[in-house]
């Protein structure tokens, strides 16, 4: 009985000792855990808070007895997958009863009333406490490096931004430029063209005003001398001898038909002089009403060296198909600009194109060979309006549609779809800018409200189709004109001067 006692009393006494050793085990690991850096919760089966400690109350911004016995997963703390909140962390540990993942690891955001919500590294893994299945995880703050990371990758969008900004401005400018230069090479050249077509009209004026006196003078002269031919039959032998020196019968003959010629040449210098002032409209820098025709025609006239055939070359076939047209209110010389850059480039390609090819006749005759092309070369222009319609059905406005198309050999989508963009050109280095369809683009667009497009294809021909309103009240009244722009080198523009 004794022994018995004694034994139950050791046994009592090993258990309280063991006790006592749990216990400060027990003490000695939450110490532990409370001075660890990475917050730590252990849960229950069902998701409730056994354990929290001190880092992790930090870090959820509330005390430990409010959250234990509580569930934090799904309602304070939530997983970050791809960028959206996700709830079922816990069941993504998985179970003992099937083979998943026991371990999970990944980037939580934590809601914390009246702070700013963190961001934590999370690593959950499978435990047990008292002598139950739990998990514990483990969250470490990485806020910070997030909020740093994310402003230095706002910060490197910014920049970027900025580098494209000024990259775009730089572009700008540099077009800006371009284009002033041009304009004012432009300026300068349709004054002199304004100030020569002025200076050669007073004379041309003055002698074509007076070949119709001259011809009336001179058929007075000669009916004088009809009537002494007829009254003095005879005349004086130093008569007769004069008469033949200067072969009086041709004179009489040939002289009304040289003031006929002069006629024809002074009408031929008049209507030059009126092309180039109409095509520099110096006097009409503002917007009116004008007849596009006449700019068209203006175009064409000084263009017409170059359309004519020469040695090698067939020559350019026009086709005028204009519409009834009313005036149309733009920016007239601007307009006539577009047309001299379009129908120049027309000409070019025509021009450069071994589509059109001329032998000589020796030749085919020598070698019985035909000609090497029946295709003709071709620029057609075709006015019409069109009434353009809303999309609910009514009518919008009326626009002028004008059509500048040639049979020349075209050009690919991938030339086609840059011809707008600044400096970009397909002609030799020094024969073109790379500006002239885009300062048309700029006239057609932004000055008058219109559109530009182009239609190609290798080896059929192009088609330039402008549209602009026929009326521009409804544009900004404050808006200035621009100079006229070059869309050819100058040089070719003084070479059709001086052909003309």
């Not at 934590?110 to 995880?137: F, H, Y």
């Amino acid at each position: 009985m004794l022994t018995t006692l004694q034994s139950e009393y050791r046994e009592q006494a090993e258990g309280q000792e063991l006790q006592q050793q749990l216990a400060a085990s027990e003490i000695r690991f939450r110490n532990v855990i409370d001075k660890l850096a990475d917050g730590i919760i252990i849960v229950d089966g069902k998701g409730l808070v056994r354990f929290i400690n001190r880092a992790a109350e930090c870090l959820l911004s509330c005390q430990a007895d409010a959250l234990l016995g509580k569930e934090v997963f799904g309602t304070r703390v939530f997983e970050i997958q791809g960028g959206q909140i996700g709830t079922e962390i816990l069941q993504r540990v998985g179970d003992s009863d099937r083979d998943s993942t026991r371990v999970v690891q990944t980037q939580v955001e934590i809601l914390r009333k009246g702070q700013e919500d963190a961001i934590a590294e999370m690593r959950i893994v499978e435990t047990e406490w008292e002598g139950e299945k739990a998990l514990m995880a483990s969250l470490r703050d990485i806020t910070s490096r997030v909020r740093a990371l994310e402003a230095l990758q706002k910060s490197e969008a910014q920049l970027r931004e900025q580098t494209h900004q000024l990259e775009r401005t730089l572009q700008q400018l540099k077009q800006t430029q371009s284009q002033l230069i041009q304009t004012e090479k432009m300026s300068s050249l349709g004054q002199m063209v304004a100030g020569v077509a002025h200076e050669i009209n007073n004379p041309v004026n003055f002698i074509y005003g007076n070949i119709d006196h001259a011809s009336c003078y001179i058929q007075d002269l000669m009916g004088l001398m009809e009537l002494y031919e007829q009254n003095y039959p005879n005349p004086a032998e130093e008569i007769t001898q004069y008469a033949q020196e200067i072969d009086l019968e041709f004179l009489s003959q040939d002289l009304p038909k040289l003031l006929s010629s002069m006629k024809l040449g002074t009408d031929r210098i008049r209507e030059i002089v009126m092309s180039l002032r109409n095509f520099s409209r110096l006097d009409e820098a503002q917007m009116k009403r004008v007849n596009i025709h006449e700019g068209i025609d203006s175009t064409l006239l000084i263009l017409q060296n170059r359309l004519k055939a020469r040695s090698g070359f067939p020559g350019v076939e026009l086709v005028k198909e204009y519409g009834d047209l009313e005036q149309i209110e733009c920016y007239a010389g601007q307009l006539n600009q577009v047309f001299m850059n379009i129908i120049s480039n027309s000409i070019d390609a025509i021009e450069e194109s071994s589509k059109f090819l001329v032998l000589h006749s020796e030749l085919s005759d020598s070698t019985g060979e035909g000609s090497a092309s029946k295709i003709s070369p071709e620029i057609k222009i075709a006015t019409e309006l069109v009434e353009k319609i809303s999309a609910n059905g009514d009518r919008d406005e009326t626009r002028l549609v004008i059509k500048i198309s040639d049979n020349g050999p075209g050009m690919s989508d991938e030339v086609r779809q840059r011809l707008f963009d600044p400096f970009f050109t397909t002609k030799p280095v020094g024969k073109g800018t790379g500006l002239g369809l885009s300062i048309s683009y700029h006239i057609v667009v932004e000055k008058h409200g219109g559109q530009l497009q182009c239609l190609s294809t290798p080896d059929e021909g192009t088609e330039f189709i402008i549209e602009i309103p026929i009326q521009q009240q409804k544009r900004k009244s404050s808006e200035t004109p621009v100079n006229r722009s070059d869309l050819r080198p100058q040089t070719r523009f003084q070479s059709h001067l001086k052909a003309c």
